[in-house]
């Protein structure tokens, strides 16, 4: 006999209707991917179709045990509803897949906050992890670096930086540079190589004296912190 | 206990050896007392340069291995009784070098000479890490180009890796030659500045060496052309060995030398 014990987190929810179900999922698709979705109540062909289109895994009108977080009241009222059918009117089903509506909410909420405050401490984890030195980097030298560098003194031809985090260089770079971080702030000679995020950063962008390169959503943005030119006019 | 130089360049051919015979001359000529050592085993030159070809009787390899001594091993110098030399084995491979017999040869040589100069080998293998194992001070030489100036860079990098100094967590001291300097090349931007590579190396300036045919000349006859007074690179090796010997003498700009009155009358007349 193999066992295998483990924890999935749940996405309860009742249809009203199916378009905006739809664009619930397609906003949150993110959030969801991973969740088993339970649909309580009626659910059409059409958002059958639209869940599996998705690659979304779902149970429809399925009996799940209490979780640890699964006893809020308006919950249990929905479940009796659903398993006895003991409505006492149509008022009290719409009040109560309201009060449902709005607890999904809050589990959404909280998932948010969850993923927040879980990107924030690895930002933290990063600050932690900073490197600084301040040797000059020679000819023959590769240098591979786990979280964020801070280098004060010059990389030479020949040379090799990898760091996984973010990069600070404050004296001219004529070496290698890969940088999986998001960002960088260099001074490069036109020898040098550097590769962000495995993309190619073309020397004829960084001509100024100093660059911030940086990663948002997939592009990469070249900023000249000092511009070689000021025109005091 | 004399202090213990390495000559070091990382690429052959800049005039490591011919700067060694020099600076070892320059020194002897102030009255120190120096040795010379060959340690670029199976490709023995400095002998040539030297003037000192044929006398070798025993070499660097057999006082290591205790078959000679230092004394029977050492060759004067017809130039300067000051200038001794140890010459490098012809038929032995740099294999033969180990860590205690280095030792244990720059020990003996330190405790009868102030200046032990170690000729390096090109390269940055085996025998070019036992030159700069025991070494108080590295001399690197490069040309003003850029291939030089990496493999210098690449030599510093394993000098401040491996010596035994930085090891016992003390400095070792690094001065640069910058040798065959073209004035009109550096006006032209041709050739790279001493500056450039002062700001790339990160190391102390010991001088600037003209380009100078008479190099080659002074090398094949086997007079250092630190002993041609007319010459321009001998004149530059004078002041290299005065600086070592801890003179004051300061850096002369070779790169612009037509600066002086001769230029200013001729650019009166433009």
């Known amino acids: 006999m193999k066992n295998r014990q483990y924890s999935v987190k749940i996405f309860e929810t009742t249809i009203e209707e199916d378009e905006k179900f739809k664009a619930f999922f397609d906003t949150n698709y993110i959030l969801f991917k991973e969740h088993l979705i339970l649909i309580n109540g009626d659910m059409s062909s059409d958002i059958e179709a639209y869940l599996k289109e998705k690659k979304f895994k779902y149970l429809h009108n399925a009996i799940l045990p209490e979780g640890r977080s699964r006893h809020t009241p308006a919950r249990k009222s929905i479940k009796k509803n659903v398993t006895g059918y003991e409505y006492t009117s149509l008022q009290d089903e719409v009040n109560a897949l309201e009060v449902e509506n709005g607890v999904n909410e809050q589990i959404a909420q909280a998932e948010i906050q969850k993923l927040k405050s879980a990107m924030k401490t690895l930002s933290n984890k990063m600050e932690n992890n900073l490197t600084v030195l301040d040797s000059i980097i020679r000819s023959g030298r590769e240098l591979k670096i786990e979280g964020d560098l801070l280098l004060l003194n010059r990389v030479n031809s020949g040379a090799m930086i990898h760091t996984t985090g973010n990069l600070i260089i404050t004296q001219v770079v004529e070496g290698a540079l890969r940088c999986d971080g998001n960002f960088m702030m260099i001074t490069v000679s036109p020898k040098a190589n550097i590769i962000f995020n495995g993309v190619i950063v073309d020397n004829d962008l960084l001509e100024n004296k100093l660059n911030r390169i940086e990663l948002k959503e997939r592009e990469i943005f070249i900023t000249p912190v000092i511009k070689k030119e000021i025109n005091w006019a | ?85 140890l010459a490098a084995s012809q038929t032995k491979d740099k294999s033969v070098l180990s860590s205690e017999k280095v030792k244990a040869l720059v020990e003996g040589l330190q405790e009868e000479y102030e200046y032990v100069i170690l000729d390096s080998p090109a390269g940055i293998e085996s025998g070019f890490e036992h030159t700069i194992e025991f070494a108080d001070t590295a001399i690197v030489v490069v040309n003003p180009e850029v291939s030089s100036i990496r493999d210098a860079d690449r030599a510093i990098g394993i000098l401040d890796a491996k010596s035994q100094k930085v090891k016992d967590g003390e400095e070792v001291r690094k001065f640069l030659i910058v040798n065959r300097i073209s004035a009109e090349m550096v006006q032209k931007g041709e050739m790279l500045n001493s500056e450039d590579i002062l700001d790339i190396l990160n190391i102390k300036l010991l001088g600037k060496v003209p380009e100078d045919k008479g190099v080659i000349d002074a090398s094949n006859q086997g007079k250092p052309i630190i002993l041609d007074k007319k010459s321009m690179a001998g004149e530059a090796y004078a002041r290299i060995a005065g600086r070592i010997c801890g003179q004051d003498i300061a850096i002369k700009d070779i790169e612009h030398p037509h600066t002086g009155v001769f230029k200013k009358l001729t650019g009166m007349f433009k």
């Open chain 2, 1 to 85: 206990m004399g202090i213990v130089i390495a000559v070091i360049s990382g690429k052959g051919g800049v005039g490591k050896t011919t700067a060694t015979a020099n600076i070892g001359l320059g020194i002897a000529l102030n009255q120190k007392k120096c040795v010379v050592v060959d340690f670029d085993i199976g490709q023995r030159n400095l002998d040539m340069i030297l003037g000192l070809e044929n006398r070798v009787v025993y070499d660097l390899v057999q006082v290591m291995d205790g078959e000679a001594s230092i004394k029977q091993a050492i060759i004067k110098s017809k130039v300067s009784d000051n200038l001794h030399f």
